[in-house]
């Protein structure tokens, strides 16, 4: 399972940035795919979450309303559109594998079974 996330950057508050992640070695559809990021000095914290057959996504709640998640089995890629961003968006941010999404009232996500390297998104006030 390899996977690579890119499309970070430097952005102003309020501006809009859409991450991808692209698999490789394996077949997407099996797996539920989702995002999680990592501030400096903070703990890693699930952001999102999408079933392998896109039925179902999940959202932290400090990013619902604002993220949407999305994939596309046949280009082996996943899609996290980012609008309206904070200052505490700035982390780096992972995709990667999950047995499972979480119910859409769930507090927190399952714990990421494997990832790539990261993008660094950095969000300006």
């Known amino acids: 399972v390899q996977l690579q996330a890119s499309g970070g950057g430097l952005v102003q508050t309020g501006s809009s940035l859409r991450l991808s992640c692209a698999a490789s070695?394996?077949?997407?559809?099996?797996?539920?795919i989702g995002w999680f990021r990592q501030a400096a000095g903070n703990e890693r914290e699930g952001v999102s979450c999408?079933?392998?057959?896109?039925?179902?996504?999940y959202y932290a709640e400090s990013v619902k309303g604002r993220f949407t998640i999305s994939r596309d089995n046949a280009k082996r890629k996943v899609y996290l559109q980012m609008n309206s961003l904070k200052p505490e968006d700035t982390a780096v941010y992972y995709c990667a594998t999950y047995t499972a999404c979480p119910d859409r009232d769930s507090d927190s996500m399952y714990p990421a079974t494997s990832w790539g390297q990261g993008t660094l998104v950095t969000v300006s006030s």
């Open positions: 070695q394996f077949t997407l559809d099996y797996y539920a």
């Open positions: 999408i079933s392998g057959s896109a039925s179902s996504a």
